[in-house]
């Protein structure tokens, strides 16, 4: 019998790429997915990928706890990842509320419907290096303390400390994955790789002139969704659950990001790139800097992924896109 996967956020960009992983691995996939009374479910990411029609869709919203039983009901996974969230920091200031609930609430209904119908099976909790916010050590590792600086840090604190207290309270094979940032071509728009290779590409093909951007002086810790969300599945292949930083153990600026960006466009960024003050952060992160040592010691994992890399893919993915 082929296990069974569980996958909130599915039609995230994290969610695609780890229905792509798992089904590669032979996986029966289920997606929780919330729809709306204007559109149906959102599968371009899963589109782009070529899989949309090996992925079971079931309706769901984090929220719903009778909704999430009933799904692990039918469902009976071996495995829950919950990477479904609001998980866009600089909306986490406009809605707050929302981002609590959903961000932080969601995980304890995520959890306890595991606890009542399925105690057996594997959960993965996405958690954030955000929670580290103003940092504490020049490089982030598991025992680091957290300082948030936004509603959405905030809420993710909570769904990992909570994964944390179901896992020594009752004993549910629970793990956290504090990634840091990961990108790829599926990132949303509204996140800065993503506005910038985008931006790169309509200024390459005469559809823009200039890019806005807000603090270029802030650093990352940037790898590829594709190598974070393998080291997801081998989280939940080990024996004793645990929490994992996964990084690169590199930061850049994102004034260097975008350099490399413009550079693959053959684009001087200093004719294009404008600093708005409306675009910075009521509370900024100025550094992230992830120490992924134990992930590597305890099950092997390592990035494959450059940013060059990285950043090259997305630059020409969108002037693939913008050229149709």
């Given amino acids: 019998m082929a296990k069974?996967?569980?996958?909130?956020?599915?039609?995230?960009?994290?969610?695609?790429?780890?229905?792509?992983?798992?089904?590669?691995?032979?996986?029966?996939?289920?997606?929780l997915a919330r729809?709306?009374?204007?559109?149906?479910?959102?599968?371009?990411?899963l589109e782009w990928l070529g899989i949309e029609r090996e992925v079971r869709i079931?309706?769901?919203?984090?929220?719903?706890?009778?909704?999430?039983?009933?799904?692990?009901?039918?469902?009976?996974?071996?495995?829950?990842?919950?990477?479904?969230?609001q998980s866009f920091v600089k909306s986490s200031w406009q809605q707050p509320?929302?981002?609590?609930?959903?961000?932080g609430l969601g995980v304890t209904n995520v959890l306890e419907?595991?606890?009542?119908?399925?105690?057996?099976?594997?959960?993965?909790?996405?958690?954030?290096?955000?929670m580290y916010g103003l940092i504490q050590e020049p490089m982030q590792s598991e025992t680091t303390p957290f300082y948030p600086r936004s509603p959405y840090a905030v809420a993710k604190l909570y769904g990992h400390w909570l994964t944390i207290n179901y896992r020594e309270s009752f004993g549910l094979h629970a793990s956290s994955g504090i990634l840091f940032n990961h990108e790829s071509p599926l990132r949303g728009i509204e996140f800065v790789?993503?506005?910038v290779t985008d931006a790169v590409a309509r200024i390459k093909l005469g559809m823009a002139k200039?890019?806005?951007?807000?603090?270029?002086?802030?650093?990352?810790?940037?790898g590829h969704s594709k190598d974070y969300v393998r080291a997801m599945w081998m989280m939940l292949q080990q024996d004793v659950a645990d929490d994992y930083v996964i990084a690169t153990g590199r930061t850049t600026t994102v004034r260097d990001m975008c350099k490399i960006a413009f550079n693959h466009a053959g684009l001087n960024i200093d004719d294009h790139l404008i600093i708005d003050p409306?675009?910075?952060?009521?509370?900024?992160?100025?550094?992230?800097?992830?120490?992924?040592?134990?992930?590597?010691?305890?099950?092997?994992?390592?990035?494959?992924?450059?940013?060059?890399?990285?950043?090259?893919e997305m630059v020409e993915a969108d002037l693939k896109r913008l050229s149709k």
């Fill in 4 to 31: 069974k996967a569980l996958v909130t956020g599915i039609t995230g960009q994290d969610g695609a790429y780890l229905a792509q992983l798992l089904l590669e691995k032979g996986y029966e996939v289920h997606g």
């Fill in 35 to 45: 729809r709306s009374s204007t559109s149906d479910v959102n599968l371009t990411r």
């Fill in 58 to 85: 079931t309706d769901g919203d984090l929220l719903d706890l009778s909704g999430l039983v009933r799904t692990m009901q039918d469902v009976k996974p071996d495995e829950v990842y919950n990477l479904g969230a």
């Fill in 97 to 103: 509320i929302l981002t609590g609930q959903v961000t």
């Fill in 113 to 130: 419907a595991v606890r009542l119908e399925k105690s057996d099976a594997r959960f993965y909790q996405a958690s954030s290096s955000e």
């Fill in 193 to 195: 790789t993503r506005k």
């Fill in 210 to 222: 200039e890019l806005r951007l807000g603090n270029i002086d802030a650093k990352r810790d940037w």
């Fill in 278 to 312: 409306v675009l910075f952060r009521p509370a900024e992160v100025d550094v992230l800097l992830g120490n992924p040592q134990k992930a590597k010691e305890k099950f092997g994992w390592e990035p494959k992924i450059t940013l060059e890399e990285m950043i090259v």
